[in-house]
């Protein structure tokens, strides 16, 4: 390949310099510069050459890259089509394991069945002699064998009658143990919808968020019971291609059927509850949205008051410490993001944090703060989270505990706040 290439090069050279050697001596007859032409149109053609080289090798070099990754690639997918070709030789192994087994079981009941034929042929020639014998008897005798066969048969039936019972009994003893199971899961279901919908009433703004999520999740649900249904199928077809000619496979074949069918009875029982309390949720907000398009009675001078000092209480309180106490702050004072964060801070979020801070287990006092807020304690924290988030640039609660904590780092200003709130109330409690 290297002698061919320098041969063609050589060619090349000889043409180009026999073509710019003859056109530069028709016009002049100079020899010498004919010759220097010459020379330089080969240069300039080996050059030509050479860059033309250098930018094939660069083409093919990208090109050799780039079928190198697509040979990664390849491989790639092909060490994935071997793994799943792995994993179904694997199930194929299985199932014919599955099926010997059930091949041998076949065998065995055979021969359970010829081990009985040949007792019944045994019990028949013996029962032949009897015969015989019996007819030698007397009359007398045989009068008192069909009494002994009748009672035997009447004995017979009873026992019969009575395992039939008692299996009937048993049977609907774990009937009636189901029943009472699935009634107490109903009653607990049935407790915490009441529970659910009579926070429905005080949670509106949080309940469209939550009917979007539990939308996804019934969504996200139907989408598995829908593979769950097709890998059932899939289950279904292959034990009846293994169980075709087998009439115990069957029975059990049924009894799935069954269970399927009484799935899809629950399914659509729940889809149907789905059904009720989504048009009940409906209905409720219906009935908000109506309640707050009802003209509201104006609020009182006092009522307006006792609101803003709820809401926002210490903006005026704080003016008034200010126009009061005309000198430097003291050492201890909270820093300026603290105090700006202190004074957005309503009072019942105030609160929390003091509960939080002071009892061992603040979960119950931070419900009820909640619950007369007509809120949750979890959006209540995450609305501290939020404002500290906004001023501070940090969270100062953790709830990754069963109970909410505040960080080491930030508990000498919660006490400042708390203490600031604290003197604050007993001013104004003095004041007014």
Not at 7 to 20: C, E, H, K, T, Y
Not at 148 to 158: D, G, Q, V
Not at 208 to 224: G, V
Not at 240 to 269: C, F
Request: hydrophobic share 35%; charged share 25%.
């Amino acid at each position: 390949m290297q002698s061919v290439i320098i041969s063609n090069r050589m060619i090349l050279g000889i043409i180009a310099f026999s073509v710019s050697f003859g056109l530069s001596l028709v016009p002049k007859w100079d020899f010498n510069q004919a010759f220097v032409t010459g020379v330089i149109t080969v240069v300039a053609t080996y050059a030509a050459a050479l860059f033309v080289d250098k930018r094939r090798r660069s083409h093919e070099l990208l090109i050799l890259t780039s079928l190198r990754k697509r040979i990664k690639e390849m491989e790639g997918l092909k060490s994935r089509i071997v793994r799943e070709i792995e994993q179904i030789e694997a199930h194929r192994n299985l199932l014919y394991a599955e099926s010997q087994q059930l091949q041998n079981q076949i065998l065995e009941c055979r021969k359970q069945r010829d081990s009985l034929h040949r007792d019944l042929g045994n019990f028949a020639s013996q029962k032949k002699q009897l015969e015989t014998e019996l007819n030698i008897l007397t009359t007398q005798i045989q009068t008192v064998e069909e009494n002994h066969k009748e009672l035997n048969n009447s004995l017979s039936n009873l026992n019969t009658e009575k395992r039939r019972l008692e299996l009937h009994f048993n049977t609907s003893r774990a009937e009636i143990n189901q029943l009472q199971t699935q009634i107490n899961q109903l009653q607990q279901e049935k407790q915490e919808l009441e529970n659910n919908l009579t926070l429905l009433g005080r949670i509106k703004p949080q309940l469209e968020e939550k009917l979007y999520q539990l939308r996804l999740e019934i969504e996200n649900l139907e989408t598995t019971k829908t593979q769950q249904n097709q890998q059932l199928i899939d289950i279904t077809y292959q034990k009846e291609s293994i169980a075709a000619n087998l009439t115990a496979l069957q029975t059990q074949k049924s009894a799935q059927q069954t269970e399927l069918q009484q799935l899809r009875n629950e399914l659509a029982v729940l889809q149907q509850e789905r059904d009720i309390l989504q048009n009940q949720v409906w209905e409720l907000l219906q009935q908000i949205e109506n309640f707050n398009q009802e003209p509201q009675p104006e609020n009182t001078p006092v009522e307006a008051e006792t609101e803003n000092n709820e809401l926002f209480p210490f903006a005026d309180l704080l003016a008034t410490l200010d126009t009061e106490n005309n000198s430097s702050a003291p050492p201890d004072s909270l820093p300026e993001t603290w105090q700006r964060f202190f004074q957005q801070l309503p009072g019942h979020e105030l609160q929390v944090l003091k509960a939080i801070l002071e009892q061992d287990n603040p979960n119950p006092a931070i419900k009820k703060i909640a619950e007369s807020h007509i809120t949750m304690p979890n959006l209540l924290i995450d609305e501290i989270n939020e404002r500290a988030s906004n001023m501070i640039g940090e969270l100062i609660i953790s709830t990754n505990l069963d109970k909410p904590e505040i960080d080491a780092e930030y508990i000498m200003n919660v006490r400042k706040m708390i203490a600031l709130y604290e003197n604050l109330i007993a001013k104004q409690a003095s004041s007014n």
